[in-house]
């Protein structure tokens, strides 16, 4: 099984519709990550947590909202979709600071028609 | 703030060496991240330099020079497989901001 799951993989959607997309880690980890990426583009951070009572927004949170459940699931919602926040998102978690390294879940696609 | 620039392509045949270059400039600096990402993958962690240097994971080195805001992944006997995008990251204390990566395409 992965150490970061993504839930959904692939969702399509319309204009105005809420969504939520789920992670889960079992790597152990206190800080978690969703990154949004546009096809040819890098990832940009949406919104971090380094703990259950800690959420800080990224570059580009503007229409998104994050909650941490506990130390292992992080999701993310939007609350009224829209046609360009079509894109692909990636949640990732950390074993602390400084150390350049994230781990990836397979991300989630997706759609805003 | 922090940005940062790498090729968008670059191109080479299998068994060559590549090297893809990142310079940046940032506000608070700890370390220079590289990142693999196979089309429809998840990006994967291939090193992370904190310090001016070398360093060598197999066929993979990076290439840190903290004076010049400069760094670079080097890419030695070059496979098929190796045909993927590849992203530097600077990290701050708390997060790690990409660069818009460089697509690598590798020709047999």
């Known amino acids: 099984d992965a150490d970061v799951t993504q839930t959904p993989r692939n969702r399509i959607t319309k204009t105005g519709k809420r969504i939520m997309l789920e992670c889960s880690q079992t790597?152990?980890?206190?800080?978690m990550y969703w990154y949004r990426q546009d096809p040819g583009l890098g990832l940009q951070l949406i919104y971090y947590?380094?703990?259950?009572?800690?959420?800080n927004k990224g570059e580009i949170s503007d229409g998104y909202s994050v909650s941490r459940q506990a130390q292992a699931k992080f999701s993310l919602s939007l609350e009224s979709a829209i046609p360009n926040q079509t894109a692909f998102y990636f949640c990732a978690t950390s074993g602390g600071p400084n150390t350049g390294e994230l781990f990836f879940g397979e991300g989630s696609r997706l759609t805003v028609l | 703030g922090q940005s940062l620039e790498q090729p968008s392509e670059v191109t080479a045949v299998e068994g060559a060496i590549v090297q893809i270059n990142c310079t940046y400039q940032?506000?608070?600096?700890?370390?220079l991240s590289w990142y693999q990402q196979h089309d429809g993958g998840a990006p994967t962690f291939l090193s992370y330099n904190a310090l001016d240097g070398l360093e060598e994971t197999g066929r993979f080195s990076s290439f840190l020079s903290r004076s010049d805001s400069y760094g670079y992944l080097l890419l030695q006997e070059l496979q098929m497989k190796d045909s993927a995008s590849y992203f530097c990251?600077?990290?701050?204390?708390?997060?790690?901001?990409f660069g818009k990566g460089t697509m690598l395409l590798v020709s047999p």
């Open positions: 947590s380094f703990d259950v009572k800690d959420i």
């Open positions: 940032t506000s608070g600096f700890y370390g």
């Open positions: 790597k152990g980890h206190d800080r």
């Open positions: 990251a600077v990290g701050g204390y708390s997060t790690l901001t």
